[in-house]
């Protein structure tokens, strides 16, 4: 939800210039973005207008004492000059007036609500308990660049680990430790990503270039994680899902990240230190994904026939076509694929 309201906050949007346009006027500002019932319970005095937002006409009514309210998409200013009354007994942090109302009524209504300050000339969103401090595009896209660039050196590494994997699968040499370590690169960079989003989302048209490259660099990774569970998930496991199992990895938290053990156990794997050198076969999910043109329900009844890479690897073409949804031609297109990747995969790992 927070990512969804700054992105309406962003630079570029007629709500992020009329805040703008307070800061730089100095008077400060207190709106609440949404109008029903409860906040309309909270409202003294003031008027009510209905009018279309616009910038300057926020930035107009924020001269006056008192609160802006828009409704729920910001469209419209429904009233102005609004004393809000919120209960006292709600729990706040803040010390000044203004903020401690704004965190009050958002908490009471669970309606965004903005402080402007004007001595901090700061702006500061308050959702429910949650409290941001909405940051100048220039200091968010210097964070955006040196979280994009640690992402780069990430992504540079889970890439060779994935390709030490694909190489170890065709060898049938892999070990748990081997799939874990792919799975906690996946899981890091997943959430680098995450927080490079937060920044994109709220840097609005700034954040154009940082998409783009957040974009590139994030290519095929999600599809990635969810290979690796349906490939690797443990046999006593396989009654869960895969969504289910790429949940318990996201909950893991970041200072356990770095605990092959904890990873290995979501997986289904034990959680001793000698586990994680015990032999393990994929079935063929990942490899699979990579052949073109090749649908997922056909892929889904490959593996479901011949239960494990190795033996889909050995599979002529005659063999191939007794799945369902193979016919001549595709079955020798998946010969064909199958027996480059794994010629390509084995060379690129000795060279």
């Known amino acids: ?68 309210v ?5 469209t419209r200013i429904m009233r102005a000059g609004v004393h809000l009354m919120p209960d006292a007994a709600v729990h706040t942090d803040e010390s000044g007036t203004r903020h401690r109302t704004a965190q009050r009524v958002a908490n009471q209504t669970g309606f965004p609500v903005i402080a402007v300050s004007q001595s901090m000339n700061a702006i500061t969103l308050y959702i429910r308990d949650d409290r941001h401090q909405l940051e100048h595009p220039t200091t968010l896209q210097d964070r955006a660049n040196q979280a994009l660039a640690t992402l780069e050196k990430y992504k540079f590494r889970l890439d060779e680990v994935a390709g030490t994997l694909s190489a170890l699968e065709i060898e049938d040499l892999v070990t748990v430790r081997d799939v874990v370590a792919v799975s906690q690169r996946l899981e890091m960079v997943t959430r680098i990503s995450q927080e490079i989003a937060g920044y994109v989302s709220e840097l609005g048209t700034d954040g154009r270039l940082s998409a783009l490259q ?63 050198d015990e032999a393990v076969s994929p079935r063929g999910y990942r490899l699979l994904a990579r052949v073109p043109r090749l649908p997922a329900a056909v892929i889904d009844r490959l593996v479901d026939h011949f239960g494990s890479l190795q033996r889909l690897l050995a599979a002529s073409s005659d063999d191939l076509i007794e799945v369902e949804g193979v016919g001549e031609m595709r079955a020798r297109g998946i010969r064909e694929s199958l027996s480059r990747l794994a010629e390509t995969t084995i060379l690129e790992r000795h060279l």
């Open 214 to 276: 957040l974009e590139e660099l994030m290519a095929g990774v999600i599809d990635e994680r969810a290979l690796i569970v349906r490939d690797y998930l443990s046999n006593g496991r396989r009654t869960r899902s895969a969504e289910s199992v790429l949940e318990q990895l996201e909950q893991i938290p970041s200072a356990e990240l770095i605990d092959l053990s904890a990873i290995s156990t979501v997986l289904g794997f034990s959680s001793s230190p000698d586990a994680l």
């Open 1 to 68: 939800m927070l990512r969804s309201i700054l992105a309406t906050m962003a630079p570029g949007t007629a709500l992020r210039e009329g805040l703008d346009r307070i800061l730089r006027g100095r008077t400060g500002g207190l709106i609440v973005i949404g109008w029903n019932r409860s906040v309309e319970a909270l409202c003294t005095g003031g008027f009510p207008i209905d009018v279309e937002f616009s910038a300057t006409g926020l930035r107009e009514l924020c001269k006056m004492d008192g609160a802006v």
């Open 70 to 74: 828009l409704n729920a998409d910001g």
